[in-house]
Every structure is written in C-alpha cells, then in structure tokens.
C-alpha cells in the first residue's frame, strides 16, 4: 500500500459524459501526478500540482481539467467522454517539488475508466 | 525532449533463473534519475529500483539490481532468483534531477511483459 488514495476504482460512463476522479496524496506529500495509461499511449504525464497550484502540463486535452484543494486531495475532470479517452488513471504524490532523490513518486492504484 | 525505450515487449524466466531487461534512453540533460517500475496484474504501480545518474555505483535491492551506462544511455534490470510473484509489467522511466519550473514528471517507456515459468 503506497498510502495513496484513488476513487473510484472503476467507473462505466457513456460518451459525452462528465465524470470526476479523485486522489488523497499520502500524508504530507504536497506534489501531485496525474498519468493515463492507455493500451495504444502507454503511461503519459498529464499535470502536476504543487501545493494547490498548477505545476506542469503534458499531453492534456483541453476537455481535461484538474485541481488540487487547500486540504492537498485533487480531481481530475474529465468532460465531453469519448471512446479514445478509456484508460487507466493514476495519481502518484511525491513530498516536494524539489527535484532530491526522496521525491520519489508514489502511486496510488488507479481508476480504470470505461467510456461506452 | 527525453524519450524512453524498451525495445523488449515480452520476456520469459524459469523460476530461480535470472533475466535481465533493457531500457535506453535519449536526454541532452547530464543530471537526472532513472527508475524501474513494476506493475502485476493488479495494475498497482510499485517502485522497484532507483539510480541517480551522478552515482557510478550500481543500485540494488534484494535481488534486483541495475547495470547503469550513462555513456550508452542505457539503464537494465537484472532480476536473480526469479519468482513466480516477479511477474508483471515493468516500466523504466526517466526524470530530471533539477527543473528551473519544478516539474518533475516520470517519462515511461512502453513496458516489457515479463512472465515466470514454474
């Protein structure tokens, strides 16, 4: 158990939904990773948070949206659902943004989207 | 920008063999980290083996170990005494050791496919 938190596990959903994705970091961990892991992208960063604020960017769709709360959860919105966007969604926290060997990233267990 | 290769899909060991994958990568950067992740069919992501690239020595633990060529760019996983529980998905992937925006996303590669046979 990495000690981070992800809700749901699994979500089924329909095409041009909205859903939300949660992730609780581990205690005291202020970064915050969200990754898609798809069968034909393989894991791609999508964006970063730091201590409620928006770090970094990847290979986000602007359909895409996230946020890190003052209490350090975050959501990862996704909107507008098509097929392509079935993936598995990590969160992965890390203690700092400072780049040292003990901001390793840990993940947590992901939430497997269906879009039908 | 950094990209990350595992030019081996899939891979197989007997039980109590040893197996070793590979992993290169391409970066202009000098100072960065590499890491090996495994994920079983649970999907969990685990951390398995760090190596920061300023350090010579060889990362190990338990009975995974690194054989790092930062020259060759090229960073393999050797697993001894192979279990059936090692078998799994492992990706290698690549961060930077400094980021002036302090971004420190894992660059995947696409994963190796290792199973044990008993």
């Known amino acids: 158990d990495s000690g981070v938190t992800q809700t749901p596990k699994h979500l089924i959903t329909a095409t041009g939904q909205r859903v939300t994705l949660r992730c609780s970091p581990r205690?005291?961990?202020?970064?915050v990773y969200w990754y898609q892991q798809s069968l034909d992208q393989g894991l791609q960063f999508l964006i970063q948070?730091?201590?409620?604020?928006?770090?970094a960017k990847g290979n986000i769709l602007e359909r895409f949206s996230a946020q890190q709360f003052p209490d350090l959860h975050s959501e990862l919105n996704l909107s507008s659902l098509e097929l392509g966007d079935s993936a598995l969604y990590f969160c992965?926290?890390?203690?700092?943004?400072?780049?040292?060997?003990?901001?390793?990233?840990?993940f947590g267990p992901g939430t497997r989207l269906t879009v039908l | 920008a950094q990209t990350v290769t595992q030019s081996q899909p899939e891979m197989s060991v007997q039980e109590a063999e040893t197996v070793t994958l590979s992993c290169t990568y391409d970066?202009?950067?000098?100072?960065?980290?590499l890491f090996w992740y495994k994920q079983p069919p649970s999907r969990q992501m685990i951390l398995v083996i760090r190596?920061?690239?300023?350090?010579?020595q060889n990362a190990t633990e338990n009975r995974f170990s690194v054989n790092f060529q930062k020259a060759a760019k090229s960073f393999s996983l050797k697993i001894s005494d192979s279990q059936l529980g090692d078998a799994a998905m492992y990706f290698c992937?690549?961060?930077?050791?400094?980021?002036?925006?302090?971004?420190?996303?894992?660059?995947f590669g696409k994963g190796t496919k290792l199973s044990v046979i008993p």
């Open positions: 992965a926290s890390s203690p700092r943004a400072s780049g040292g060997i003990t901001d390793t990233q840990y």
């Open positions: 205690s005291g961990d202020l970064s």
């Open positions: 948070y730091y201590n409620g604020e928006e770090r």
């Open positions: 970066t202009s950067e000098s100072d960065y980290y």
């Open positions: 190596q920061e690239a300023y350090k010579q």
């Open positions: 992937a690549y961060r930077l050791l400094y980021s002036g925006a302090g971004s420190y996303q894992l660059t």
